[in-house]
Each structure stands twice: as C-alpha cells, then as structure tokens.
C-alpha cells in the first residue's frame, strides 16, 4: 500500500512540474535553433557538439509558418535553399503540437519545454530533440569574434 502512494505521489510531482505552454509563448520561438542532442526512448543520449546547420523557425500571429534548414558560414550569412516545410501550431488540451507538411510527408511533433534559449519537441517515437537558441557566426582574422 505504500508503494501504491509513493507511485501516486512521485506521478502528480511529474504532471505538477511539466511546463503549461500558453499561445503567448509560441512568439519565442522564431529564429534560429541549434539542436543539443536527442534523448532516446531507451534513456540514451546523443549530444551534437557541432552542428552543420540550424533549424529557422518563421511563425505568423495565426499559428501558421516555416522550419527550414540553413547552414551557418563564418562570416555571419547562412547557406539556404528553397527547401522548407510548413507547419501549424495546434493547441490540444494541456498540450501543443506543430503539425508539419511537405510534398512527401505529413508529421507532428509535440512541444513539450520552451524558453528564451531552450526548446525541446517530441516526435511520434518518443524522442526528445533539444534544441539551444543560436545565433550567426561571426569570426573576423585570428578567430576573433566580432561583437
């Protein structure tokens, strides 16, 4: 019987502590993010300590936008092509999901923590993308940044 109120308890701490994401919040997510690493359904990680390209994010005020891949360059500009997916962000109860679309497949993730610099989706695997706020490459003679 204990063990049973120790389960309970440990559970609602869970559910207490998950993030309450508000349509306000989906404004943070526009820009560039760089993924961290993805967590496993098994409980693994894989950490990207370097990253050839970001994520860009372009998201209206009506929930409807873009995700494109671009490819950061030292002087500050990015690579990128015409390549994009739409998405639409759809509140679901206590959750939020951003239902992808492009000419060959249709996906949802569900976004599970935001920040100013964090963010982190789930797909339909139960992996775990976390992703960090980036910002252009600025590298001027002798590795020096610029400001």
Not at 19 to 43: H, L, M, R
Not at 78 to 100: A, Q
């Amino acid at each position: 019987m204990k063990n049973i109120f120790k389960l309970l308890f440990v559970s609602l701490l869970f559910i207490s502590c998950q993030q309450k994401i508000k349509p306000s919040d989906i404004a943070t997510i526009n820009g560039y993010w760089e993924i961290e690493k993805v967590v496993f359904d098994q409980g693994k990680d894989k950490d990207y300590t370097i990253n050839e390209s970001y994520d860009y994010f372009k998201i209206a005020k009506n929930n409807v936008g873009i995700r494109k891949k671009v490819m950061p360059q030292l002087d500050g500009t990015f690579i990128v092509n015409d390549t994009y997916e739409n998405l639409k962000i759809r509140f679901d109860k206590d959750k939020v999901f951003f239902d992808y679309v492009t000419p060959y497949a249709k996906w949802s993730e569900e976004l599970i923590a935001i920040s100013k610099d964090k963010l982190v989706f789930k797909n339909a695997e139960n992996k775990e993308y976390h992703y960090k706020k980036a910002s252009p490459i600025h590298i001027l003679d002798n590795g020096k940044k610029t400001k």
